[in-house]
């Protein structure tokens, strides 16, 4: 399990805004509440795009780590080199992995960029501008009665 968060946190950064959010609306933070308007209409159209991201977010995960591997990479190791890149360290590998490593960070950063353009089209398909739907995602961590006409319309 940690190694699947970890994967998707390091090869799906640019969706995060958008794609994690289906996954935290269930528990609303601690903090200010943020107070917004949100129509029914609006707020179906919210949740069925959340939906959709939150497939193609499975769907991508799925692709990654396949992705990884067919380069010739453990996802664990991966995710490891790919760690201690982002953080400025050293990291110690074989001439035959880091051609492996450079050869999926390519392909990597080839499968974002698609998914970032298809997360795009599915706000753009529910009428949403990008910031609307952090706006909403953002809310619904905080208001819980936003969150609970949320959950109401998921489960319709």
């Known amino acids: 399990?940690?190694?699947r968060k970890a994967t998707f946190s390091l090869v799906l950064f640019t969706l995060i805004g958008l794609v994690s959010t289906a996954q935290t609306m269930q528990m609303p933070s601690q903090g200010q509440q943020k107070d917004i308007d949100v129509s029914e209409k609006e707020m179906q159209r919210f949740v069925k795009a959340s939906d959709e991201l939150q497939a193609m977010q499975q769907d991508a995960q799925k692709k990654m780590m396949k992705t990884i591997e067919d380069n010739g990479m453990?996802?664990?190791?991966?995710s490891e080199i790919e760690r201690a890149s982002r953080s400025g360290q050293e990291v110690d590998m074989t001439q035959k992995e880091e051609e492996a490593y450079q050869k999926t960070t390519t392909a990597v950063q080839q499968e974002q960029m698609k998914l970032q353009k298809e997360a795009i089209e599915i706000l753009e398909e529910h009428d949403f501008?990008?910031?609307?739907f952090m706006e909403i995602s953002q809310a619904l961590r905080s208001d819980k009665e936003l969150l609970e006409e949320y959950k109401e319309?998921?489960?319709q």
């Open 74 to 78: 453990e996802v664990k190791r991966y």
């Open 153 to 155: 319309i998921k489960n």
């Open 129 to 132: 501008e990008r910031q609307r």
């Open 1 to 3: 399990m940690i190694l």
